[in-house]
């Protein structure tokens, strides 16, 4: 009977003594309470507490956390905008005890503090400097932390203004704005495009015409000094100048109807075309250099008989 006792009781010593040794992990710290008294904190490794007299009361991590906050506020040019503050922070290693006695929930701690700053700060901005000014915002919200939380067991190792979200409508406009400006970028850029074809085009054509130009020019001269050595060897020959003048514009005037009729497709008329049409126009033009010649010289003699009379006086 006695037998049949002593194994429970073996059996319960074992539990007992099993639960006095205890593991606390890397980058982790244990608070031990004895009879509901803080008692100590244990770190990493193998540990021993009195069974039913110690106490792990929490086991506190000792890693860099993240708390992320979103933060609803007005800025100066009256815009509601919310900003997501993430804060990192660490329990320091010596002061365990702060951060676990002291504060209740530091969460909702920390973010009363980020509400504090951020809805201090942000006020006092248009919304493109807190576009622009975002990390004065958060140097703002880790000063003020650092000093708070340090006394609470907590360090602030940075924070981060993550995100900036404008009301819908402020955005919509804000993208409006910034296609009509981009479509206004485009505009000058077509237009002065527009603006260069046009001017590279005239200056092509300026080019095309000068060349056609030279090269009526050359034809033209090649011509005359062709007819020219035309009267030549036709002087030598024993024919005048009005007879070789009037062979070769004769000549001409037939060349021309000759290349009309090769052309089936032609609508050109030449007038007159009569067989003495040639002599016709060489005798008219004549005449005229005669009449025009008869005039300068009369004019000429008139104004040479002024001169005279005004010398006279």
């Known amino acids: 009977m006695g037998s049949f006792l002593l194994i429970p009781i073996l059996l319960l010593g074992l539990i007992v003594l099993l639960s006095a040794f ?7 710290a244990v608070i031990i309470e004895r009879f509901g008294k803080f008692h100590s904190v244990r770190n990493s490794g193998l540990h021993l507490k009195i069974p039913l007299v110690d106490k792990i009361v929490t086991r506190v991590g000792l890693k860099i956390q993240q708390l992320d906050v979103i933060v609803e506020t007005k800025t100066l040019d009256d815009v509601f905008v ?34 504090d700053v951020v809805r201090a700060e942000v006020p006092k901005m248009k919304l493109d400097d807190v576009f622009v000014k975002k990390d004065d ?6 000063s003020e932390l650092q000093d708070a939380m340090l ?3 907590y360090d602030i190792i940075k924070t981060l203004v993550t995100d900036i979200d404008p009301d819908a409508q402020v955005k919509a406009a804000m993208n409006r704005i910034n296609a009509s400006e981009r479509e206004k970028i485009a505009a ?18 300026a080019e095309s015409k000068r060349l056609q130009g030279q090269g009526i020019a050359d034809q033209r001269r090649e011509i005359a000094r062709g007819l020219e050595e035309s009267v030549e060897v036709l002087n030598k020959v024993g024919i005048n100048s009005q007879e070789a003048s009037a062979l070769i514009v004769v ?20 007038l007159p075309n009569s067989p003495q049409a040639g002599s016709d126009m060489l005798n008219n033009m004549v005449a005229s250099f005669t009449a025009s010649n008869m005039i300068g010289e009369s004019m000429k003699k008139q104004k040479e008989e002024k001169d005279k009379n005004k010398q006279d006086e």
């Open 188 to 205: 000058q850029f077509e237009g002065d495009a527009a603006r260069i074809l046009i001017v590279e085009k005239a200056k092509a054509e």
């Open 151 to 153: 006394d609470y067991g």
């Open 22 to 28: 205890f593991i606390v992990k890397q980058q982790t």
């Open 137 to 142: 915002i958060a140097i703002a919200v880790k």
């Open 251 to 270: 000549t001409q005037h037939y060349d021309t109807l000759q290349s009309i009729g090769e052309e089936t497709n032609t609508n050109l008329i030449l």
């Open 82 to 115: 919310k900003l997501k503050v993430s804060v990192q922070y660490v329990v320091l290693r010596d002061k365990v005890y702060d951060a676990f006695y002291q504060l209740e929930y530091p969460h909702d701690q920390i973010t009363s503090y980020v509400f």
